[in-house]
């Protein structure tokens, strides 16, 4: 392989898209660039209170343009003339009402401003009676249609977000044609499509988050859906039977988005995934090994041969569906609803004088004060951090649970809340943070639990995203209650590392994502290690912890 072969990943992320050209030949990165969604940002469109987070398509559309060019003006234009195929990742389940053409009603006429027109973000739980409803209905049918996602389905995917916005609001509810997922939608978008009906429909999203599996022949019948709710009439059947694996083309890049971008309309663009999958990828995941995106929220992924779990139904998680991160195996999907989410949202609760207060002082003027503010958040984070760790492991201490925005894994159950406990008047931020941070180790440590209950080993641990690089403390507690070993990938962008991994592989560079991974990734730059005198202090802080969430969801009921 001696000529050039360069590779775009995208990968979409809850705050921003970061776009990369790699060298298909060794996975070298040469440019990258990061585009934060503007309106996401001002809060548009949200109420945190409702549990409602919704995102414009414009955000994704300008971020799209913006980082590819900004990457092909820094690499320079031979590099773009050699460039072969993009592939793109994004959240899920994140979809969003289209008409016939598969235009996101939001960028249709008297939308554009409506919330329930716009993507419907993954973290959003305004379906979560919807979600309820799904889960009784499954019951009443001899075919158990929840059997590939862990046997409860979540108010965070595809049919039961469909379903609330469809009794939300009526004007999209007439004007809505289909209901699509981002990941699929993009490579629609970049390849010109005009008619949802020949949408690539990627298995990846359409295996964990809306049903589809082969026993079913595509997706429950429209009779399961119309007995649930006459709204959903007509839905199923309009989705095409046909999954693709994201090895796979959706075609090449139109001429207006060539244009946009410049690039050739001979560039292949690969079909969608979510973000956690294609990461678990350029993550350099291993059979048995878990791969944890750390970032937001978690996405865990696992891999295994289909011979061994033939037969075999994993209860409580995400989905196992065949080729959903490498094709020809299966994947299977965990996670937590709030990770990086629980830090933040400590943070933001500390820093609230700050933003409301610190502008008011007759002491320093606004553009200083707007300075100092920004300058202390940035560090409130890392200082809690550094303090934390320097406090011993104490059984009596703070202990929290870490269902801020709900339960993803184990058993999805999204009317969940956090809860701290034990406070006292010496309960101090540091020792307050520390509980948090135990606590969303806990939660990844029963889903470990989990998957090993119910035969499926869990033999290493690999870590990805944003938490992972930036947080040595989070992670050196991660191996401590985990009592294994966590090896932190060395990509910076390791879900758009994995997407190129994917484009590499849709241009025909290499036939298959597994050589494609041994050619393309970097390896790990660091590993943490258990701590073994702090076990037996952990178990007992673990099993607390489940003590307490069991409390919590008796109460809840």
Request: aromatic share 8%; with cysteine; glycine share 10%.
């Amino acid at each position: 392989m001696s000529k050039d072969l360069f590779v775009i990943g995208v990968d979409y992320g809850t705050d921003s898209v970061r776009s990369v050209i790699v060298d298909a030949r060794n996975g070298k990165e040469l440019a990258s660039s990061v585009f934060n969604y503007p309106r996401w940002q001002q809060g548009a469109y949200c109420d945190a209170p409702q549990n409602q987070f919704r995102q414009h398509p414009l955000d994704y559309m300008e971020g799209l343009e913006q980082t590819i060019r900004n990457c092909i003006n820094h690499a320079g234009p031979t590099v773009a003339s050699s460039i072969k195929a993009i592939s793109v990742d994004t959240t899920g389940s994140t979809p969003v009402a289209v008409n016939q053409a598969g235009v996101p009603l939001a960028l249709t006429q008297g939308f554009e401003n409506n919330p329930n027109a716009m993507f419907v973000l993954w973290k959003d739980h305004t379906g979560v009676k919807e979600a309820g409803e799904i889960n009784d209905h499954a019951a009443k049918f001899d075919i158990n249609y929840l059997q590939y996602v862990g046997g409860i389905y979540s108010s965070e995917w595809f049919w039961a977000k469909l379903l609330h916005v469809l009794r939300a609001d009526e004007q999209v509810r007439k004007a809505c044609h289909s209901w699509v997922e981002h990941c699929d939608w993009i490579p629609f978008l970049l390849t010109g499509g005009t008619d949802a009906s020949q949408m690539k429909r990627g298995r990846c999203s359409a295996g964990h988050k809306a049903l589809w599996s082969v026993d079913f022949g595509g997706y429950p019948p429209d009779a399961f859906f119309t007995s649930l709710d006459p709204l959903l009439k007509g839905y199923a059947d309009s989705l095409p039977k046909a999954t693709y694996t994201a090895d796979q083309s959706a075609g090449t890049l139109s001429a207006e988005w060539a244009q946009r971008l410049g690039l050739s309309v001979d560039v292949v663009v690969g079909v969608g995934a979510f973000d956690a999958h294609m990461g678990a990828v350029g993550g350099q995941i291993e059979p048995y090994h878990l791969s944890k995106v750390m970032g937001t929220s978690t996405c865990d992924m696992l891999v295994a041969p289909k011979a061994d779990l033939e037969g075999k139904l994993i209860k409580g998680i995400c989905g196992q569906v065949d080729g959903s991160v490498i094709p020809g195996m299966i994947g299977l999907e965990a996670g937590q609803s709030a990770f990086g989410d629980t830090y933040a949202w400590f943070r933001n609760l500390l820093s609230w004088p700050l933003g409301e207060l610190l502008s008011q002082s007759s002491l320093i003027d606004k553009k200083t004060a707007a300075a100092l503010k920004d300058e202390l958040i940035a560090k409130i984070i890392p200082e809690l951090s550094r303090q934390a760790a320097l406090m011993p492991v104490d059984e009596n201490a703070e202990l929290a649970v870490d269902w801020l925005n709900g339960r993803r894994t184990p058993d999805a159950n999204q009317l969940l809340k956090g809860v701290i406990s034990g406070l006292s008047l010496g309960s101090d931020a540091p020792r307050v943070f520390r509980a948090l941070a135990e606590a969303t180790c806990f939660g990844a440590k029963s889903i470990v639990d989990r998957f090993n209950s119910e035969g499926v080993p869990v033999k290493g641990l690999i870590g990805i995203g944003g938490v992972a690089k930036k947080s040595p403390y989070i992670m050196q507690m991660m191996a401590d209650v985990m009592q294994m070993p966590i090896r932190i990938h060395q990509f910076e962008h390791t879900c758009a590392l994995g997407a190129a991994m994917f484009a590499a592989t849709v241009a025909g560079i290499y036939p298959n994502v597994e050589e494609a991974m041994a050619a393309m990734g970097g390896g790990f730059d660091k590993e943490y290690f258990p701590d073994q005198r702090k076990a037996s202090l952990y178990q007992l802080r673990l099993r607390r912890y489940a003590e307490l969430g069991k409390y919590i969801e008796q109460e809840n009921k």
